[in-house]
């Protein structure tokens, strides 16, 4: 008995010793068969022993101590700076220089990159936390590395808004096997983070939380000092007129970070309703009002010319003829001038915006497009809403895409009653680089003249003239020769770039003849809205690199004299020529013509009150409060279904004006449709049941329908 009972005693032991070397293998403690948490790491302590070597607590201090963290924080934010700008540059001597020439603006972008770099200090995997907000920084550089070798405007944030737009566009700026290289690097980077993340190991010494929280309030604090002492004594400036030269002069990471923050119109000092009433009375003075026994109603057509200009006068650049005879013919004839544009290479949208507004992008953030971030879904005033107050019929047409720039929103939120796009345009001829031919125009702006009784207002955006332009020979057909040996390649993208507006030009001369033969009064607004991303010095132009021409074509012989202005106040000068009634931004431009300063200040009022305060001038009311009543419709033909029959394997649907943006729905389920005509489209290998829904939806590249026809009972 006796003996048994030792047995067990010493099995016990056994189980007992066992165990414990499962628990400190394991590391976890078990009672009975309840599984208890991971011991907490164990911390180094926070000071070694006193006999230990000085070697020793060299090293202990420099693996465990905040102020090493902090040190190294500080010289891969030295590193990544001097690499953010040489990728900027796209030259490494250039990005030295900056670094040598403006070390306090080096410092500053340094100071930006290292205030983020402190929050890795917070996490256990610190080795982790510093590597991954690293590659955000590089993913942002190499961005603005590639973006500019497409266009003149470097990376901003808003350009993060535009991702489905640029995907949609990736055929034109990238081969195929560029994109599969995009998509293996993608991969690879996603991988290697989730590879650093398993693997990278943990900070076994106090984290320290407090001390850590204190530096990145004081770096805070220091980042803000800095900035109002370099604004103060003009070493950066929180004012990008010319974004380009702003990422040059004060930095890429100053830059980007200001085009996070700064969005929107910033609420101005004297903003308040007394403000805005007492601006409204000055508005409304009598002087302002139009005279309306001089007043003129003829169509009004505006074409906004894709990277448009007239490339005779770049010194060093030789024609076999001059490109763009019409319009050097034209601007000898009509009013004419030079506009200066907000955007140079890039920003379409912030060119037609203040075309059509009177509203300068600039008082908006850094970089920002408008039509992606407010106009988009807040309605404005501007030429459209005012002339339909006039009685017109309001028209926007773009032979790309409506979604880009989020227009198909913008422009129904501005009170347009059709808007013509690629997917409603038939027989489209495209550039060998995929951007639709201007051409096509000439004709849908004849159907929305002739569709009305009355006048109309049609404002046209161009796209022919789109970059990319291609660095060999043989990507047009090459009419106009031309010589600019200074730089072979830069002389095969000017050769497809003149051959371009040469064909834009000759749409011009189409477009003239078919507003004469329709035999209505009109006027015709011709401007380019930037100039191509091929770049320029700036001794080689007569002019601004900011600057194209504009001309008002009209039949009526107006007097108007020849001057140049800004794309924001093209609108008022058409407005004042015809003795039309102006809106509140139009009148400031009138009523402080000889004042910039107060006149940008009372626009910014009036812009801030429509898009962001509270609409005083407008008695609380929208500005345009058609938007919402009626809203915009898509295309000018209605597409319509005559006739679906099942035709052997496959179902035939017939009607009027489809494209190869028509696709069949059954129900909600869209089917694999094939275009045949403009009355006729196939669902190959599928047939229709007896009472199924039948519906022709145009549908973008995107995937998103963009209208639908009325409902066809299948029987």
Not at 615 to 623: A, E, F, L, R
Not at 690 to 695: E, S
Request: proline residues 3%; hydrophobic residues 40%.
């Amino acid at each position: 008995m006796s003996e048994k009972i030792i047995k067990d005693q010493e099995e016990t032991k056994e189980e007992t010793k066992i165990g414990s070397e499962e628990i400190v293998k394991n590391g976890e403690t078990k009672t009975g068969s309840e599984e208890i948490v991971k011991n907490e790491e164990k911390e180094v302590p926070e000071k070694v022993d006193a006999n230990s070597s000085f070697w020793s607590k060299v090293k202990h201090f420099l693996k465990y101590s905040i102020q090493t963290w902090i040190a190294r924080c500080f010289l891969i934010a030295f590193g990544l700076e001097l690499l953010m700008e040489i990728l900027g540059r796209r030259s490494l001597v250039l990005g030295v220089k900056f670094m040598v020439s403006s070390p306090i603006v080096f410092l500053y972008n340094t100071s930006i990159i290292f205030f983020t770099l402190l929050f890795a200090l917070f996490l256990r995997k610190r080795v982790f936390g510093i590597v991954l907000i690293s590659i955000v920084w590089l993913i942002c550089g190499f961005a603005n590395f590639v973006v500019l070798g497409y266009r003149i405007t470097p990376f901003a944030a808003i350009d993060l808004l535009m991702v489905k737009d640029v995907i949609s566009m990736l055929d034109v700026y990238f081969s195929k096997v560029q994109q599969v290289l995009l998509v293996v690097a993608a991969v690879a980077v996603i991988a290697g983070i989730v590879i650093l993340f398993r693997k990278s190991p943990k900070f076994e010494g106090k984290k320290h939380v407090m001390r850590t929280m204190v530096v990145c309030i004081v770096m805070w604090i220091g980042i803000m000092l800095f900035t109002n002492f370099n604004v103060s004594h003009n070493i950066i400036s929180d004012d990008f007129a010319n974004l380009g030269m702003a990422y040059q002069d004060y930095g890429f990471a100053y830059c980007f970070t200001n085009s996070i923050i700064d969005n929107g119109i910033s609420k101005p000092d004297d903003y308040d309703e007394t403000t805005m009433l007492h601006l409204r009375n000055k508005l409304n003075s009598e002087e302002l009002e139009a005279d309306t026994s001089k007043k003129k109603t003829p169509n009004i057509i505006c074409v906004q010319l894709e990277s448009f200009f007239d490339p005779k006068v770049v010194k060093g650049l030789t024609l076999s003829e001059d490109p763009v005879p019409n319009f050097t013919r034209l601007k000898e004839k009509f009013p004419s001038g030079y506009l200066t544009m907000p955007a140079l290479g890039a920003g379409t949208a912030n060119s037609e915006f203040e075309v059509l507004t009177g509203i300068r992008s600039a008082y908006f953030g850094a970089g920002e497009y408008p039509y992606k971030t407010t106009v988009n879904k807040k309605p404005i005033e501007g030429m459209c809403s005012l002339l339909e107050k006039e009685g017109y019929h309001t028209f926007a047409m773009h032979n790309n895409k409506s979604s880009f720039y989020d227009r198909k929103d913008v422009y129904n939120e501005m009170g347009f009653e059709r808007f013509i796009s690629l997917e409603y345009m038939y027989n489209v001829e495209k550039t060998s680089t995929g951007w639709a031919k201007d051409e096509i125009l000439v004709n849908n702006i004849k159907n929305c003249l002739r569709s009305t009784e009355g006048q109309d207002f049609v404002f046209t955006i161009s796209v022919q003239g789109h970059g990319k332009y291609p660095e060999e020979l043989g990507a047009c057909d090459e009419k106009i020769k031309v010589s600019y040996p200074q730089d072979p390649v830069k002389e095969n993208q000017l050769t497809y770039y003149v051959n371009q507006i040469h064909e834009m030009d000759q749409m011009i001369h189409d477009l003239i003849n078919a507003l004469d033969s329709i035999g209505e009064d009109y006027i015709l607004l011709l401007y380019g809205d930037h100039l191509p991303t091929i770049t320029f010095d700036d001794d080689q132009l007569p002019h601004s690199q900011f600057q194209t021409e504009y001309i008002l074509v009209n039949n009526m012989n107006l007097d108007i004299p020849d001057e140049d202005i800004r794309a924001s106040e093209v609108s008022t000068k058409i407005f004042k020529a015809l003795n039309l009634n102006m809106g509140y931004v139009q009148r400031a431009h009138c009523l402080y013509q000889d004042n910039e300063e107060e006149l940008d200040h009372a626009v910014t009022l009036l812009a801030y009150d429509m898009l962001f305060g509270d609409d005083y001038v407008y008695d609380g009311q929208s500005p345009v409060p058609e938007v919402g009543e009626k809203p915009m419709i898509m295309g000018l033909e209605e597409i319509g279904i005559s006739r679906v029959s099942n035709e052997g394997d496959h179902a035939v649907v017939r009607g009027r004006n489809f494209n190869e943006y028509s696709k069949v729905y059954d129900g909600e389920d869209q089917l694999e449709t094939l275009y045949v005509d403009r009355n006729t489209l196939m669902v190959q290998d599928q047939t229709l049941s007896d009472g199924a829904l039948i519906t022709v939806k145009q549908v973008d590249d995107s995937g998103h329908v963009l209208s639908s026809s009325s409902y066809y009972t299948f029987h």
